[in-house]
């Protein structure tokens, strides 16, 4: 591990704890929090989400879904806290329960009329897997520091606080449940 790793704090956080200057993340973690109230999809579940009024540019989904400025969508977020108590090594022991997470946010979706699920993730092959809607992100400053934010955050909840490699570079992912397909009648 560099030496900067270790003077930020990375060999001595992880299991949702942060040491030296890796302390910030945790706080600005709460701050976020707060600010966007983020509720769980389901009791036990390590999806939160938010309704949120898109801001940015139309978007079309591949499944012909248009997501328009001021349309309501929810935001995705992983409950961090859980990660540690379900400590693993892989994210994919997590995709069952993120299964049934993504049942009842099939619901929510409807109940409280949101258009579709979005997200930024640097797990995007796991994302896939679920059947979220993967897309890049440009290479700009901003996204940088969200990347450089995500890094920080696995450091401070990998179960081993083995997250000092840099991680994969940032995606937007989208989901709406698949759509019924109706039985022929007759």
């Known amino acids: 591990m560099p030496l900067w790793q270790r003077l930020v704090g990375f060999s001595r956080s992880g299991r949702g ?3 030296g200057p890796l302390r910030v993340w945790l706080w600005w973690e709460r701050l976020t929090t707060w600010w966007w109230q983020p509720r769980p999809v389901r ?3 390590l999806l939160l989400y938010s309704a949120q009024r898109w801001k940015g540019p139309t978007v079309l989904l591949a499944d012909g879904t248009v997501v328009r400025p001021g349309d309501r969508v929810a935001e995705l977020h992983l409950h961090n806290a859980l990660f540690p108590q379900r400590a693993t090594d892989s994210p994919w022991p997590h995709l069952t329960t993120l299964r049934h997470d993504l049942d009842c946010l099939r ?3 409807t109940r409280d009329r949101l258009v579709a699920a979005r997200g930024v993730t640097v797990f995007s092959e796991a994302a896939r897997r679920l059947g979220f809607e993967v897309r890049p992100l440009p290479p700009s400053p ?3 520091l969200v990347r450089f934010f995500l890094w920080g955050l696995r450091a401070v909840y990998h179960p081993t ?3 000092h490699k840099p991680p994969p570079w940032p995606v937007e992912v989208w989901w709406r449940p ?6 022929p009648v007759g």
């Open 17 to 19: 704890r942060a040491a």
């Open 43 to 45: 009791p036990g579940g």
């Open 107 to 109: 619901d929510l979706l």
């Open 142 to 144: 901003w996204w940088r």
């Open 161 to 163: 606080a083995r997250g």
């Open 178 to 183: 698949p759509r019924k397909i109706p039985y």
